[in-house]
Each structure stands twice: as C-alpha cells, then as structure tokens.
C-alpha cells in the first residue's frame, strides 16, 4: 500500500489535497508515477521537482525535473522514478518537493510504498 502525508508549510502556495501512484503497488523494473492533485493559489513561470528516495537510511534515488509554467487553480504535476529490478524488496520513504521559479518551496509531501 503507497501512502502520503503533507510535509509542507502553512506558507505553501499549492495545497496537495490528493497524490496517486501509478502502478498501485509499484512494481520493480517499472517507472513509479507519483501525481500530487491539489489547488496552485498563485500562477507560477517554472520552478522543479525534486524526488528523494530512502530504502531505511540509505538514499536510493534522487532526482529533479523541470515545472511547466502554471495558471492559479487546479493542478496535477507528476513526477516519475524508475524502480530497479535489483532494488532490495522492502518498504521505501520518499519526499517529493516542488519549488517555483525563484526556487522557493510550494508544495512538500512525503510518500511510502512497498515494492
């Protein structure tokens, strides 16, 4: 089971009301799609998402993608990360951080999937 919690500020200008996974449970030697659905108060001109990847202590995977610029309203950026066939089966942690164009943060959540 893929779970999330907000890991962001009161400040953040994207509230994430929702964040699906894509394929539910992930599978090794697939790409892991991670879509955070939620409300942008404020448009944006780009910025990025950074994904962190944790297997216990030890990161696995960290990786940044470019942000389309954006309208104020709804929005659903998606970031994915390509999960091995020699990953160690267990339970992984991760953050998913977004930052707009002046590299401050918008939105942060946290996610947890066993593959």
């Given amino acids: 089971m893929s779970n999330w919690t907000n890991s962001g500020t009161s400040s953040d200008s994207f509230s994430v ?28 001109t ?7 990847l944790k297997y216990g202590i030890i990161t696995v995977a960290k990786q940044s993608a470019p942000l389309d610029a ?27 951080l977004l930052a707009d164009q002046d590299s401050t943060e918008i939105a942060s959540v946290n996610i947890t999937f066993r593959v």
């Fill in 70 to 96: 954006a309208a104020a309203g709804q929005y659903s950026p998606q970031t994915a990360i390509s999960l091995t066939q020699d990953m160690p089966s267990g339970n992984y942690a991760g953050n998913v």
């Fill in 17 to 44: 009301s929702s964040v699906n996974y894509t394929p539910d449970p992930p599978v090794k030697g697939q790409d892991f799609t991670v879509t955070l659905t939620g409300t942008l108060a404020a448009p944006i």
């Fill in 46 to 52: 780009g910025g990025t998402i950074t994904t962190t």
